[in-house]
């Protein structure tokens, strides 16, 4: 599985296309202690599961959520911040406690289903993520141009692409060289149980794009996050975006390489609902290119129609912080 903190980082010079991508980095191993950590942990999740169902777990999730939100007071501290960063005074403070506290409540339940997903029974798994504007990816695929797909810091992306994969659809993942034994290992296991999930090309950040417009070329989806919190290569090209009242900087290579490659552009975000139940929202294609279009122009607009996407959905669903 890509790893959920990573956004498409690549330069956009014509120039890169034809140069050749830079061997794979090799994996680290992970540490013994680490694994067995992981498998303890995994192991307690399931047997949860056995003897009181997923609703069981839910429950835990929340419950376990609740005294991290009461013992943790710096992280508690950080999410109060990010809230009033985002929303200034329009709510009162009793508010922003709320939605702080049912951050820890939805985060907690949110990792502890992406660390057993792959133990949950593939028709449950599938019953309890839903996709609601199906047809606005397939309607964007029947160019035959593929499509990029935008994903962003609120919510549990991960699950857009494990449904993608799962769904058959051809999806190109990126992955951050420096992430996490946690998440290595849980995309190990996604891999070992899901043929489709196995099936997926993972890409470093920071790679070339010319498999990326490949990707394109072949009619596959590639999915990724413009909102980064932070740039990790002076070369990466940003444009200014109005959100929340304030400017800020998102990224736009993945949105030029769509534009050349002549690939419709969409949006999608993922809602975390009561007892594991998850919802992919897809949203008509922002920007299909034709190819007559001045880039300069058109993609910083773009862009800011994906961060007014982002805000509106922050606004619906200001729980759904990820990236704290």
């Known amino acids: 599985m890509p790893s959920p903190n990573v956004a498409v980082e690549m330069p956009t010079s014509e120039n890169n296309r034809d140069r050749p991508s830079p061997a794979p980095q090799p994996e680290k191993p992970i540490p013994a202690l680490v694994r067995a950590r992981i498998w303890i942990v995994?192991?307690?999740?399931?047997?949860?599961?056995?003897?009181?169902?997923?609703?069981?777990?839910?429950?835990?999730?929340?419950?376990?959520?609740?005294?991290?939100?009461?013992?943790?007071?710096?992280?508690?501290?950080?999410?109060?911040?990010?809230?009033?960063?985002?929303?200034?005074?329009?709510?009162?403070?009793?508010?922003?406690?709320?939605?702080?506290?049912?951050?820890?409540?939805?985060?907690?339940?949110?990792?502890?289903?992406?660390?057993?997903?792959?133990?949950?029974?593939?028709?449950?798994?599938?019953?309890?993520?839903?996709?609601?504007?199906?047809?606005?990816?397939?309607?964007?695929?029947?160019?035959?141009?593929?499509?990029?797909?935008?994903?962003?810091?609120?919510?549990?992306?991960?699950?857009?692409?494990?449904?993608?994969?799962?769904?058959?659809?051809?999806?190109?993942?990126?992955?951050?060289?420096?992430?996490?034994?946690?998440?290595?290992?849980?995309?190990?296991?996604?891999?070992?149980?899901?043929?489709?999930?196995?099936?997926?090309?993972?890409f470093y950040s920071g790679a070339f794009p010319r498999e990326i417009y490949r990707q394109f070329q072949s009619g596959g989806i590639v999915a990724s996050l413009l909102d980064v919190g932070r740039r990790r290569d002076d070369h990466l090209k940003t444009c200014p975006v109005q959100i929340f009242g304030e400017t800020r900087e998102f990224l736009t290579g993945p949105v030029q390489m769509a534009f050349r490659a002549g690939a419709p552009i969409l949006q999608a975000f993922v809602v975390s609902r009561k007892n594991f139940y998850y919802q992919l929202l897809v949203t008509p294609v922002l920007y299909k290119p034709t190819g007559n279009e001045d880039e300069t122009k058109i993609v910083p607009d773009i862009v800011q129609i994906y961060a007014t996407g982002v805000e509106q959905f922050a606004r619906q669903h200001p729980d759904h912080l990820m990236n704290i």
Request: charged share 30%.
């Open 42 to 202: 995994r192991t307690f999740l399931v047997l949860i599961i056995r003897c009181f169902s997923l609703s069981g777990l839910f429950l835990f999730g929340r419950a376990f959520g609740s005294v991290e939100y009461f013992i943790d007071y710096r992280r508690r501290r950080r999410v109060r911040r990010e809230l009033r960063d985002m929303f200034k005074d329009e709510f009162p403070p009793a508010w922003h406690r709320k939605m702080a506290w049912r951050y820890f409540m939805r985060i907690r339940c949110d990792k502890m289903f992406y660390t057993i997903m792959d133990r949950i029974p593939r028709a449950k798994l599938m019953n309890r993520i839903k996709m609601k504007g199906r047809k606005h990816i397939e309607g964007a695929l029947a160019q035959n141009k593929g499509a990029y797909v935008a994903l962003c810091h609120f919510g549990s992306f991960h699950v857009a692409g494990l449904l993608g994969a799962l769904l058959g659809y051809d999806i190109v993942g990126v992955r951050d060289p420096k992430e996490s034994h946690v998440r290595r290992y849980i995309g190990r296991k996604y891999r070992e149980t899901f043929p489709e999930v196995a099936k997926m090309r993972l």
